[in-house]
Structures are given as C-alpha cells and as structure tokens.
C-alpha cells in the first residue's frame, strides 16, 4: 500500500505511540481490504462507547491508549452510552455501571473525541458534505451519511473509526470508491409507502431480502415537510442496516447521486424486486400477551420536529405506562428551552439523552416488555436485551402508553 511520508512518520512512531498504534490498525485494515493507499478523512464518528457493550475489557483497551497520548486531530464525536449523564439515577441504572460508564466517555474525552452521545450527529450540526470521506461507525448513521447525505464512509467498527480519528486517515476500498457505490439491487415499489411506519417495514423487508447490498428504489413517496422526509429516510435506512447490513441506498431522483447519475447508479447486473405490499414485514411478529413495562422512542435518536410531534400527542393526557424519548442532550437542551420537555413530564413521559433502549442496561432494570416504533429496535431488543419486544406506528405506541398495555 502507498503511503505518504507524513504516514509513514506515523507508522514508524516520529508523532508518538499513541498515533503508531492507530497507523498500525489502519494499514492491517487497508491490506486485509487490498487498499492501495489512505485517504484523508473529514471527521470520525466513534461507537463502542457503552459499557454494556465493551465492558472491562473495551475500557482497558481504550485506556491504554489513551495513556500514549492518542488523540483527536479531526472532529471525532461519540456514538450513544449505556446512561443518561444528567438523570441515570432517576431511571433506576446501577451505580456501578454508572461509574463505568463515566470512566469510558471521560477517557474518550481525553482522547478529544467529542461527548455528543448520539447516533444522529446530523441533527446537531455535524453534517458532512456530498462526496466528503469519512469514517463514521454507527450503522444508521453511516447509512444516512452515505445515502442521504452523499458523503462516503465504510461501517467501521470502533477501533478502526477511533484510529481514523488519531490520524485522520482512512484506507480507500469499499465504499470510499466510487465504483462500488452503485446499485445492486433494483427495488420496484408497487404499493403506497407514506407514513414513517411504512419507512420503517420497507427498510425491514429489505435489508432481510438484500443483505449487504446497495438498493436503489423506484416508486418512493417521501414526505413533502422536510424533517418529515429526514425522519423517514432515516428509518428506512436504520431498518435496512438491522435487518440485514446496508451501509448505502438511493433513491430515484431523491438522494443526491440518484439525482446526479440517475440510472448511471445502477449495476448492469443488478437484481430485481418487486414490493408488492410490506404487510410480509409483520409476519414474524407473534403476541400473545399484552402486558406492557416501557414504550421507548427514538431509535435512532430523535430530531426536535419529532419530539414536539410526539408531545402535542401526549399535551394534557396521563400516561399509563412509561415513555421514554431518546435524543442527544443538544436536542434535549433546546426543547426544555421551549417548554416540551415540560409538557412530556407533565403526562408521565421522560425525554432521555446520551442513550437508547438497546445500549443501555434495560433488562437490568427489571424491564421485560417494551414497545418500540422503530425496525432496528424491533431487530436488536429481543437478542440485546432479551424482552418481549412489540413494534408498532408511532400513534399505536403512544396510545398504549395511555393505556397502559399493548394495543394489537
Ligand atoms: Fe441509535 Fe441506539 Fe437505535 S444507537 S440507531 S438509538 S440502537
């Protein structure tokens, strides 16, 4: 692999052993991927920060690190936590894994990754531009990065995105290649798909049916208000890297290389399916009990449009189950500047930052039945966290939430 003089000063340790060990990483990663060279990267999105998910061992790794003096030397912000900073007490977490946690983010910290404990960095002002490289980890994110977005980033696991981070460097293969950004599968969508729920069983059938291929759909009707379309587009994205490992979709005429290639994104050999209805999506899906622990909202976190929508939903009401709304503690910042924070506690309902239902600690919390709008929630409860997990729309969560049971 070529590399530069300034890389080669990284590898052979000249700007420390905190730098050489990202450089290492990296070039294993470029010659296992045939890489020819590395490419700059414009900033770093690093997962792998819950102590659910790395525990002991993930925090030694990243601690040792640290202690060489690795750090920062683009913008590199974190994926979500197993807690809430400001009210994990509040919700119950352990306090064990509470310092734990601390401990992780705060070495991070010092390695100058950002705190911003969200898998939507794209909503608090951290958006790449069209055909910008990055090295972005979270599954969702780097789909909406990719997809919607145009920027171009491979799914990088935690250590590679942090070593991205310490050099700003990735290894160019996948999908920082143009040539591999087409399509090979074509989707023909027959039936009406609107609603943020019809986003969400398109992405679930899809990813089941594709795999880690590239979709490109014809017949979409997005939304025409745009946080509404981000919402959806976000979904079927989320859904897609669940059900199966989609890092990349377009859209005819929508996403901006679908809009700049049209069909010239397409493989010649690509695949074709038919969607005819998305009902097949609920098929698995089996309840036989309605009993109902927390209802949870934002995966992936939530935007600020979407947490008014879901407070003029429960303004005035009484919530019978608990509802908690995951977001980033910016968006959070800026709707308890405007009162919706208030409004969602007056029903009984919780806006939670920094985490989600899948990376925090749940069914240590004594949680067994829990209702989810999103797909990937769907697809990860039942393995992460081992409950009963009942999906539905947005307005069916909510209303069982006031109920105080699962609404089939
Ligand atoms: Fe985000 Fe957690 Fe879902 S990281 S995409 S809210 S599983």
């Not at 399509?183 to 609107?194: G, H, L, P, T």
């Not at 899906?285 to 934002?298: C, P, R, S, W």
Request: with cysteine.
């Amino acid at each position: 692999m070529h590399l530069t003089e300034e890389e080669k000063s990284f590898l052979a340790g000249e700007h420390g052993a905190g730098v050489k060990k990202a450089m290492e990483i990296l070039v294993a990663f470029g010659k296992i991927f045939e890489a020819q060279k590395m490419i700059p990267v414009a900033s770093a999105q690093v997962a792998g920060v819950s102590y659910k998910n790395i525990g002991d061992p993930g925090l030694e790794f990243l601690t040792d690190w640290a202690k060489i003096g690795a750090k920062a030397r683009i913008p590199a912000f974190m994926n979500p936590a197993g807690i809430d900073r400001a009210i994990w007490e509040e919700l119950g977490i352990d306090e064990h894994f509470a310092e734990k946690q601390t401990e992780i983010i705060n070495v991070l910290t010092q390695m100058d990754i950002i705190p911003t404990l969200t898998c939507t960095p794209y909503h608090i002002g951290y958006t790449p531009s069209f055909g910008q490289h990055i090295a972005w980890s979270e599954s969702s994110a780097v789909s909406y990065a990719n997809s919607v977005l145009g920027a171009r980033t491979n799914r990088e696991g935690g250590p590679s995105a942090l070593a991205s981070a310490i050099t700003g460097r990735t290894p160019e293969f996948g999908l920082h290649l143009a040539e591999n950004r087409k399509a090979n599968y074509i989707i023909d969508v027959k039936c009406k798909v609107s609603s943020l729920r019809d986003f969400n069983l398109l992405g679930y059938l899809i990813g089941k049916q594709v795999g880690n291929g590239i979709p490109y759909f014809y017949g979409l009707d997005l939304p025409e208000l745009e946080w509404k379309r981000t919402n959806c587009l976000k979904a079927l994205g989320a859904a897609m890297a669940a059900s199966g490992a989609v890092a990349l979709y377009h859209i005819h005429n929508e996403t901006p290389e679908s809009k700049q290639m049209k069909e010239g994104m397409i493989a010649t050999d690509a695949k074709k399916i038919n969607i005819l209805e998305l009902q097949a999506a609920l098929s698995e899906q089996k309840y036989d009990e309605n009993q109902l622990d927390l209802v949870t909202i934002g995966c992936p976190h939530l935007s600020i449009e979407e947490l008014k929508e879901i407070m003029h939903m429960i303004q005035g009401k009484n919530l019978k189950t608990e509802l908690w709304l995951t977001t980033s503690f910016q968006v959070r910042k800026q709707a308890e500047e405007e009162g919706v924070v208030d409004i969602i506690k007056k029903a009984g309902g919780t806006v939670i930052s920094d985490t989600c239902m899948v990376v925090a600690p749940l069914k240590e919390l004594g949680l067994k039945y829990v209702a989810v709008n999103s797909a990937k929630a769907a697809c990860y409860l039942p393995s992460h966290q081992e409950m009963t997990t009942y999906w539905g729309s947005t307005e069916q969560c909510i209303e069982s939430a006031l109920e105080g049971r699962w609404k089939f």
